[in-house]
């Protein structure tokens, strides 16, 4: 199914923001604290945060090199030592060789995608956002004065683009092509065939860029490898912007740093939007990033092997509820439930309201599907103790059943 978002003002920046909505996650998990500091007992659901601390490794070249007064400006597109560990990460993990001058550091992987989308989209451009989909990326484009296309899928289809799809929405105003896999907010990744099934189509359209975001591409227990689009699709490689950071999969949320690879036209008009706006990100936490990348993956590994314990637990409980309907999927840390014969059964409106009375009758935090451009589901993070994902899940099977 495809939808245009419906037009709107892009005639000035005013009219772009007055248009756009705060992020539903944030809000929703920011309602969350706002209800544990009035003394309810809340369990937050709703927060793409890893719940495991930082590992001491990373810690202590943090901290080393605050020791040796790394504490000054850096260069705009990030240290020459961490663009290294980059492109060593992206050559051994991803079969991808860049040079420095195709990486830019910013601040979050979030920066990194909005960089691009202010590099490359203006009026009377489009972007092609798959959905569901990470909630920012269509307030991103319309920001821009460019047109988010919204190409719906299924949980029928695991929620993957089809190319017969892509290609009946691609056109001269086509400027990006936005994925993300593993997905936020279902969890699902895409296969190597099913990324060369999209390739295949995007040959015949050689104006188009496309913008990987990878960021939980080590939170992932599929049978097969993962592979990144750029990997699967070589001869698309100077056509592809390969967005991850070091949040999800190592903990470093508050850390706030994010990379990308791609041509280096876009990494540098990319440079140019930091340069006007935050600059470098921090230097420590750059210092801290190289120790990560650097470092051993045995940490990321046990925090895995624990989110996939708790998807299965999350999975095998959730397809038992009345009303609730979900597909078995294999990375990030999220549950994306379609709960449509619940909010029937329940009398409620749609799955806003069905989120609503989660908060109010089970005190669980959840975010409503429509964020996501998917309504009828919710998402539910399990990056939480298993001990408060089985509390939670007591609270909504007694208040949905």
Same mark, same amino acid.
């Given at each position: 199914?495809? *939808?245009?978002?419906?037009?709107?003002?892009?005639?000035?920046?005013?009219?772009?923001?007055?248009?756009?909505?705060?992020?539903?996650?944030?809000?929703?998990?920011?309602?969350?604290?706002?209800?544990?500091?009035?003394?309810?007992?809340?369990?937050?659901?709703?927060? #793409?945060?890893?719940?495991?601390?930082?590992?001491? $490794?990373?810690?202590?070249?943090?901290?080393?090199?605050?020791?040796?007064?790394?504490?000054?400006?850096?260069?705009?597109?990030?240290?020459?030592?961490?663009?290294?560990?980059?492109?060593?990460?992206?050559?051994?993990?991803?079969?991808?060789?860049?040079?420095?001058?195709?990486?830019?550091?910013?601040?979050?992987?979030?920066?990194?995608?909005?960089?691009?989308?202010?590099?490359?989209?203006?009026? #009377?451009?489009?972007?092609?956002?798959? !959905?569901?989909? /990470?909630?920012?990326?269509?307030?991103?484009? @319309?920001?821009?004065?460019?047109?988010?296309?919204?190409?719906?899928?299924?949980?029928?289809?695991?929620?993957?683009?089809?190319?017969?799809?892509?290609? +009946? &929405?691609?056109?001269?105003?086509?400027?990006?092509?936005?994925?993300?896999?593993?997905?936020?907010?279902?969890?699902?990744?895409? !296969?190597?065939?099913? %990324?060369?099934?999209?390739?295949?189509?995007?040959?015949?359209?050689?104006?188009?860029?496309?913008?990987?975001?990878?960021? %939980?591409?080590?939170?992932? /227990?599929?049978?097969?490898?993962?592979?990144?689009?750029?990997?699967?699709?070589?001869?698309?490689?100077?056509?592809?912007? @390969?967005?991850?950071?070091?949040?999800?999969?190592?903990?470093?949320?508050? /850390?706030?740093?994010?990379?990308?690879?791609?041509?280096?036209?876009?990494?540098?008009?990319?440079?140019?939007? *930091?340069? *006007?706006?935050?600059?470098?990100?921090?230097?420590?936490?750059?210092?801290? +990033?190289?120790?990560?990348?650097?470092?051993?993956?045995?940490?990321?590994? !046990?925090?895995?092997?624990?989110?996939?314990?708790? %998807? $299965?637990?999350?999975?095998?409980?959730?397809?038992?509820?009345?009303?609730?309907?979900? *597909?078995?999927?294999?990375?990030?840390? %999220?549950?994306?439930?379609?709960?449509? #014969?619940?909010?029937?059964? &329940?009398?409620?409106?749609?799955?806003?309201?069905?989120?609503?009375?989660?908060?109010?009758?089970?005190?669980?935090?959840?975010?409503? #599907?429509?964020?996501?451009?998917?309504?009828? $589901?919710?998402?539910?993070?399990?990056?939480?103790?298993?001990?408060?994902?089985?509390?939670?899940?007591?609270?909504?099977?007694?208040?949905?059943?």
């Amino acid at each position: 199914m495809i *939808q245009k978002q419906k037009k709107s003002n892009h005639s000035s920046i005013a009219g772009r923001i007055n248009i756009i909505q705060p992020s539903a996650t944030l809000t929703i998990s920011a309602k969350a604290m706002e209800l544990r500091a009035q003394g309810l007992d809340i369990i937050s659901l709703s927060q #793409g945060e890893p719940d495991f601390d930082t590992p001491k $490794h990373i810690k202590k070249g943090a901290i080393q090199a605050i020791n040796r007064g790394a504490t000054k400006y850096t260069a705009v597109d990030g240290t020459p030592e961490l663009k290294e560990a980059i492109i060593n990460k992206f050559s051994k993990d991803n079969n991808l060789i860049y040079q420095p001058e195709n990486i830019l550091v910013s601040s979050g992987a979030k920066q990194t995608c909005y960089n691009l989308f202010q590099s490359i989209l203006e009026e #009377g451009t489009e972007a092609i956002i798959v !959905s569901p989909y /990470w909630v920012s990326y269509p307030d991103m484009v @319309t920001l821009t004065g460019g047109t988010p296309i919204i190409l719906r899928t299924t949980s029928q289809n695991n929620f993957k683009l089809s190319a017969v799809d892509l290609r +009946s &929405l691609l056109n001269d105003k086509t400027r990006v092509l936005m994925l993300n896999s593993p997905s936020n907010p279902t969890g699902f990744t895409y !296969s190597k065939n099913q %990324y060369q099934e999209i390739g295949e189509v995007l040959k015949d359209f050689p104006n188009v860029l496309i913008a990987s975001d990878e960021i %939980y591409e080590h939170i992932y /227990w599929g049978k097969e490898r993962y592979y990144s689009f750029a990997d699967a699709c070589p001869d698309l490689f100077n056509r592809t912007i @390969t967005i991850n950071g070091l949040s999800k999969a190592y903990a470093m949320t508050g /850390w706030r740093i994010g990379y990308c690879g791609g041509p280096k036209e876009i990494i540098q008009a990319m440079k140019k939007i *930091q340069g *006007q706006s935050t600059s470098n990100a921090s230097s420590i936490s750059q210092a801290a +990033s190289i120790s990560a990348l650097n470092g051993s993956l045995d940490y990321v590994v !046990s925090m895995v092997r624990e989110y996939k314990n708790r %998807y $299965h637990y999350l999975f095998n409980t959730l397809e038992k509820i009345n009303g609730f309907k979900l *597909q078995e999927s294999s990375g990030a840390f %999220y549950a994306f439930p379609e709960v449509l #014969g619940a909010i029937n059964r &329940l009398n409620l409106s749609d799955d806003i309201e069905f989120s609503k009375y989660l908060l109010e009758k089970a005190q669980i935090a959840v975010i409503p #599907g429509s964020a996501f451009g998917a309504p009828g $589901h919710i998402r539910i993070s399990f990056a939480t103790s298993m001990e408060l994902l089985e509390e939670a899940m007591d609270r909504l099977k007694r208040v949905v059943e």
